[in-house]
């Protein structure tokens, strides 16, 4: 993180299961170079409203008793609000939160999953000579027997280190769960939105 507020980062993605199966069969359909990127574009796109790849690449495509894996950096302009302090995000990158349910009309139908699933981030944001981080977010901790979702933001040197893990257990959720599935989206959707505090360390 620089005293402006832009975010210099690398990034080590490692899918295993079906994830990595997806990614593989997308890949080998992609018939141009710069098209390989596009699956990190996406999700650079869901998080931030302007951004750069710097640089990317693609491990174990072909070796399919390992898991795949995307590397890559990228810059983001303005990604902490400098107002004397800079707000920043400790949740970088992925949106595991979902309005699927958050409709007027109720749903007469279950909420039908790929599959079992479990994501594991971690993020760490080093702040720039002279800050330190000064307040961080609440951790969540939500279970249900379907699934989880779990969360801290730890004080490092003169990092903010965000950990979170989660969970979908079943592959269907049935009618008279989904309010239990309301909820763990939306803890999941404040907790992504949640802010730290990095101050000058002279303040």
Do not use: C, W
Request: aromatic letters at 10%.
């Amino acid at each position: 993180m620089s005293a402006t507020g832009t975010l210099s980062g690398e990034v080590t993605d490692i899918r295993y299961g079906d994830f990595a199966t997806f990614q593989r069969y997308a890949q080998n359909a992609i018939t141009k170079k710069e098209d390989q990127i596009k699956p990190i574009e996406t999700l650079l796109s869901h998080s931030f409203g302007t951004y750069q790849v710097t640089k990317a690449s693609i491990g174990n495509l072909d070796q399919r008793d390992r898991p795949f894996q995307y590397t890559y950096s990228f810059v983001v302009p303005a990604y902490a609000k400098a107002e004397g302090l800079l707000l920043l995000r400790p949740r970088v990158l992925g949106e595991k939160s979902s309005d699927i349910l958050e409709k007027k009309e109720p749903r007469r139908y279950s909420v039908e999953f790929e599959g079992p699933r479990s994501d594991v981030d971690k993020f760490e944001i080093t702040v720039p000579e002279g800050f330190q981080v000064d307040e961080l977010p609440p951790p969540t901790d939500v279970d249900y027997s379907f699934g989880s979702y779990h969360s801290k933001t730890e004080i490092k040197g003169n990092a903010a280190v965000y950990t979170r893990t989660f969970e979908i257990k079943q592959v269907s959720m049935p009618i008279d769960r989904l309010d239990d599935l309301k909820r763990l989206y939306r803890a999941t959707g404040s907790d992504e939105r949640n802010t730290a505090v990095s101050k000058s360390a002279g303040h």
